[in-house]
């Protein structure tokens, strides 16, 4: 094979390296909403729908002295804080109009990041040399705007343009004198705009998740997505916004985004045909509940056969130690590996798994040496194993190692290990005739769950 034909093959496949951590946000909110529309409540590994919400907030953060500090002709928090005092009007959120509360967010937004841009800059020209005059020339320069017509936006809107272009030019990313950074900043507020003003609340835009995409908040983290993600050209509204989704428990959201990273990856525009595509996933059952566990291949198929933009077949690889997984897959389908303790390199087993594992009961499975010497904790192991040496010695028990020895021996939930020590604790102690009939009574009752456990069907 000649070197060509070797670098043609290398454009046979197309190689997508994912991490949660990278996934924007539009796929956790797309599959959040999936979720809420399957029918089967009862199938669904876990509830979304108005109970969890996109949470967005003003992210901006900065640090300025008083020398250095914009003094604008207009302070917009300050201003409506002096309305509303002079109004008398309520101090709850909720009883301002949502229009109000949308018009605040965003002017607030305007003021916060102009202070930001403008702290922004001034760290830059002091280290790239620029002298004070020079920054406080620009300063005054700035403070020279004049509000028109009281448009407080149109006056914050003129500031902003002349600072971010300032940014641009200086840091050389405009081009062909276009404001890059500005135009970016415009598409994020007008998205803003276009959320309902029933989401806006003060200082938060919060929004429950239903089975329907809105199609504003969708525009407005696919935006996100493609500043945070894009490689050729800075993130124009790093640091503008956060968004969060919330509440969820560390599996809930372990789950979230092992499918969010993989619905990224699935709808990934390729130049390639989408015929087949290879998933490798490294434990993609962590942090899960075991329920979610014996759910999951279920869950997994469905979320790839009813995906839009997917490919026609896929072939799945993945690494665990759960045997919730496999039990989902026959034998043939299950390679076992063993860390060589002597290089710590892992070894393929021929033949490791004794049984069949398709269908299999996870009892059956679990009990295979390959995944537990045993089924019963160690340190219950070890209680037990002291019980039984204690028993089988000569020496005598006394009245508060009987005691432990009996209590303990009433706590075991497996009732032939259970049974067994009670005959050796008998044959070891002489009893009385009410303690003899408690002990047998409590096992009797172990017993009658485990056939009630039976008959209905249950595993035990």
């Known amino acids: 094979m000649s070197p060509h034909d070797i670098l043609e093959a290398s454009h046979l496949f197309e190689r997508i390296t994912l991490q949660p951590l990278s996934v924007g946000y539009y796929p956790k909110y797309k599959i959040l909403v999936e979720f809420n529309r399957d029918k089967d409540e009862d199938k669904r590994l876990f509830n979304a729908k108005d109970r969890v919400f996109v949470k967005i907030r003003s992210a901006i953060q900065y640090k300025t002295d008083e020398k250095d500090r914009l003094h604008l002709k207009v302070n917009y928090d300050r201003l409506y804080r002096s309305v509303v005092k002079r109004l008398n009007t309520a101090s709850n959120d909720e009883d301002v109009p949502p229009e109000t509360r949308k018009f605040r967010w965003i ?51 003129k500031l902003l343009e002349r600072l971010i272009r300032e940014v641009g030019n200086r840091l050389e990313y405009n081009r062909k004198g276009e404001n890059v950074f500005f135009q970016a900043y415009q598409v994020l507020i007008s998205l803003l705009h276009n959320i309902p003003s029933e989401f806006f609340h003060d200082y938060l835009i919060e929004i429950a998740i239903s089975d329907e995409e809105l199609d504003a908040i969708s525009e407005l983290l696919k935006t996100l997505d493609s500043e945070y993600l894009k490689k050729d050209f800075p993130d124009f509204l790093k640091r503008i916004l956060s968004v969060d989704f919330y509440p969820f428990s560390s599996g809930e959201e372990a789950y979230l985004d092992l499918f969010a990273t993989l619905y990224q990856g699935v709808t990934f525009d390729t130049e390639h045909d989408k015929k087949t595509l290879l998933i490798l996933l490294d434990e993609p059952d962590r942090f899960m509940h075991p329920e979610w566990c014996r759910l999951f291949f279920s869950a997994f198929k469905q979320f790839l056969e009813r995906i839009s933009g997917g490919y026609r077949d896929y072939q799945i690889v993945f690494t665990t130690h759960s045997p919730f997984l496999i039990s989902d897959l026959p034998n043939s389908h299950v390679i076992t590996l063993k860390k060589n303790p002597h290089s710590g390199n892992c070894m393929v087993i021929r033949d490791s798994l004794q049984t069949q594992t398709f269908a299999s009961n996870i009892h059956t499975v679990l009990a295979d040496n390959f995944f537990l010497d045993s089924t019963m904790g160690e340190l219950a192991i070890q209680s037990i194993n002291h019980v039984i040496k204690r028993l ?22 497996e009732p032939i290990v259970q049974a067994q020590l009670i005959e050796m604790y008998n044959a070891k102690v002489p009893q009385d005739r009410e303690e003899r009939r408690r002990m047998l009574l409590e096992q009797q009752r172990k017993i009658q769950l485990e056939l009630q456990s039976l008959e209905h069907g249950e595993d035990v």
């Not at 089988?392 to 939930?413: D, F, N, T």
């Open 107 to 157: 002017m607030f937004l305007h003021e916060d990041y102009l202070h930001f841009t403008w702290h922004s800059l001034i760290v830059h020209m002091r280290g790239n040399g620029s002298t004070e005059e020079e920054i406080l020339e620009l300063k005054k320069e700035i403070e020279s705007v004049e509000v028109e017509n009281n448009e407080e936006r149109s006056y914050y809107e």
């Open 392 to 413: 089988s010695s000569r020496r005598s028990l006394k009245e508060k190692e009987r005691q432990r020895i009996v209590a303990l021996i009433e706590q075991i939930g």
